[in-house]
T-cell receptor, first 114, second 113 residues
Framework: SQQGEEDPQALSIQEGENATMNCSYKTSINNLQWYRQNSGRGLVHLILIRSNEREKHSGRLRVTLDTSKKSSSLLITASRAADTASYFCATDANSGGGADGLTFGKGTHLIIQP | NAGVTQTPKFQVLKTGQSMTLQCAQDMNHEYMSWYRQDPGMGLRLIHYSVGAGITDQGEVPNGYNVSRSTTEDFPLRLLSAAPSQTSVYFC????????????FGSGTRLTVV
């Protein structure tokens, strides 16, 4: 069953602008992760935020997590053409090595216009 | 290069045929899993393994078998291919779920005719 739902489904912005994607989920989580997928390629892990964290940064990426609203956002600052990809949020309900796997949303397709 | 290796990259099967999708990782990850990705559906978990000799079902296990005889390898078997199994299949591994992200392979694009 789909846990995360990304919003918007598609986003097109100009190079240099910031891109914000949102993710909502339904059940309690241990952590939430964001992945990038370039067309025809595998998924690449971007960032993991634990349920007790509210914000995390990695380079041009900023992720927030609001467990009370069961939502997360991914901000990409100063976008580049190379950021064109699909972005997925995935929730991990496992703690301490559990085995339920990740539950993915359907993704946001981001297009950066040169 | 360290990572997850999937073979083949592309495969066309006829309905009723069987085949094995290979997955190998060289990062000493205990956890390995298989996902399928269909248009508009995101990724769904097929089977997973928490270590050699241990496997279990995910969300969509019907029509697939797995085994884990070594830490490195986690093959996915299609027993009798059906058109509904046309999809892109991804193998993913993690050092420890709940603490680390997953490393994905580049995928196998399977078409069943």
């Amino acid at each position: 069953s789909q846990q995360g739902e990304e919003d918007p489904q598609a986003l097109s912005i100009q190079e240099g602008e910031n891109a914000t994607m949102n993710c909502s989920y339904k059940t309690s989580i241990n952590n939430l992760q964001w992945y990038r997928q370039n067309s025809g390629r595998g998924l690449v892990h971007l960032i993991l935020i634990r349920s007790n964290e509210r914000e995390k940064h990695s380079g041009r990426l900023r992720v927030t997590l609001d467990t009370s609203k069961k939502s997360s956002s991914l901000l990409i600052t100063a976008s580049r053409a190379a950021d064109t990809a699909s972005y997925f949020c995935a929730t991990d309900a496992n703690s301490g090595g559990g085995a339920d796997g990740l539950t993915f949303g359907k993704g946001t397709h981001l297009i950066i216009q040169p | 290069n360290a990572g997850v290796t999937q073979t083949p990259k592309f495969q066309v099967l006829k309905t009723g045929q069987s085949m094995t999708l290979q997955c190998a990782q060289d990062m000493n990850h205990e956890y390995m899993s298989w996902y399928r990705q269909d248009p508009g559906m995101g990724l769904r978990l097929i089977h997973y393994s928490v270590g050699a000799g241990i496997t279990d079902q995910g969300e969509v296990p019907n029509g697939y078998n797995v085994s884990r005889s070594t830490t490195e390898d986690f093959p996915l078997r299609l027993l009798s291919a059906a058109p509904s199994q046309t999809s892109v299949y991804f193998c993913a591994s993690s050092y420890r779920t709940g603490y680390y992200g997953y490393t994905f392979g580049s995928g196998t694009r399977l078409t069943v005719v």
